[in-house]
């Protein structure tokens, strides 16, 4: 399975703090995502970063993917309360739909 | 620009009822899909459509049908509910683009705000 696979499953942290959640996967890719979802809201989509890319930035967020090792990792700086959410890594072969990982639950502690 | 809009967002259903899913968009997204997701699995792809008129079977279609008549629209239906089908569900839309190299790459998904569904 292509499925992606969040790692830690839950992260506590000060506000304030950066967080640091990290997402493998299993066979090649075409891209992969990033979403956020608040609780009992649709996911929104964070960023994207293609296979031939190695970081992308986008305010607070950056985005690694290291595809030797078929993983990627989602810094969030500074973090915020309103950071509180479940993120979730997406990842797609080309021209299949993505397949999403089972989620990082993060609570930013004000 | 509404985005994605889902009817109903909640929903009771008794054991071997049947019920529609809507799901609208106003971005002209050609990909469409459905999504169901319960505590602990993520979420895990029904159907999906690459255009009008056209369907596919995504991880878990069993018990599910999917129209797309018109570009817009993406419509789920459940012919006879299990209480198995208790979940949220999720629809979305997407475009794509072209770069000048490498394959064609999806943008990111646009979702609706989803249907809780309860099955008894």
């Known amino acids: 399975s292509q499925q992606g696979e969040e790692d830690p499953q839950a992260l506590s942290i000060q506000e304030g703090e950066n967080a640091t959640m990290n997402c493998s996967y299993k066979?090649?890719?075409?891209?992969l995502q990033w979403y956020r979802q608040n609780s009992g809201r649709g996911l929104v989509h964070l960023i994207l970063?293609?296979?031939?890319?190695r970081e992308k930035h986008s305010g607070r967020l950056r985005v690694t993917l290291d595809t030797s090792k078929k993983s990627s990792s989602l810094l969030i700086t500074a973090s915020r309360a309103a950071d509180t959410a479940s993120y979730f890594c997406?990842?797609?072969?080309?021209?299949?739909?993505?397949?999403f990982g089972k989620g990082t639950r993060l609570s930013v502690i004000a | 620009n509404a985005g994605v809009t889902q009817t109903p967002k909640f929903r009771v259903l008794k054991t071997g009822q049947s019920m529609t899913l809507l799901c609208a968009q106003d971005?002209?997204?050609?990909?469409m899909y459905w999504y169901r997701q319960d505590p602990g699995m993520g979420l895990r792809l029904i159907h999906y459509?690459?255009?009008?008129?056209?369907?596919a079977k995504g991880e878990v279609p069993d018990g599910y049908n999917v129209s797309r008549l018109k570009k817009q629209n993406f419509l789920l239906g459940l012919e006879s509910a299990a209480p198995s089908q208790t979940s949220v569900y999720f629809c979305?839309?997407?475009?794509?683009?072209?770069?000048?190299?490498?394959?064609?790459?999806?943008?990111?998904?646009?979702f609706g705000s989803g249907t809780r569904l309860t099955v008894v």
């Open positions: 066979t090649s890719i075409n891209n």
């Open positions: 997406a990842t797609s072969l080309p021209n299949t739909p993505l397949v």
């Open positions: 971005m002209n997204h050609e990909y």
């Open positions: 970063i293609r296979s031939n890319e």
């Open positions: 979305a839309s997407s475009s794509q683009f072209f770069p000048a190299q490498g394959a064609r790459v999806l943008r990111g998904y646009t």
């Open positions: 459509s690459v255009g009008e008129g056209t369907t």
